[in-house]
């Protein structure tokens, strides 16, 4: 469990999340919000596909 929390992508959709909610209540034009947003969603999604690789491969991941 402790590794999972030490996670990159965990942490990454963590603040992904948070931020999506609570962008504009912090004063942050929507528009922005949805592209920071957009930002981390493909940073998860190309973690995951290195992590994918890497495990294809039988490399040890490098950091998730």
Do not use: H
Not at 5 to 27: I, N, P
Not at 29 to 44: F, M, N, R
Request: glycine content about 10%; charged content about 15%; hydrophobic content about 55%.
């Amino acid at each position: 469990m402790l590794e999972k929390l030490k996670s990159r992508k965990l942490w990454a959709a963590v603040a992904g999340a948070a931020f999506a909610t609570f962008g504009t209540s912090l004063g942050i034009p929507e528009p922005i919000v949805a592209k920071v947003t957009a930002i981390i969603i493909a940073y998860i999604a190309g973690q995951s596909i290195a992590d994918a690789a890497a495990a294809a491969k039988g490399n040890k991941s490098q950091g998730s």
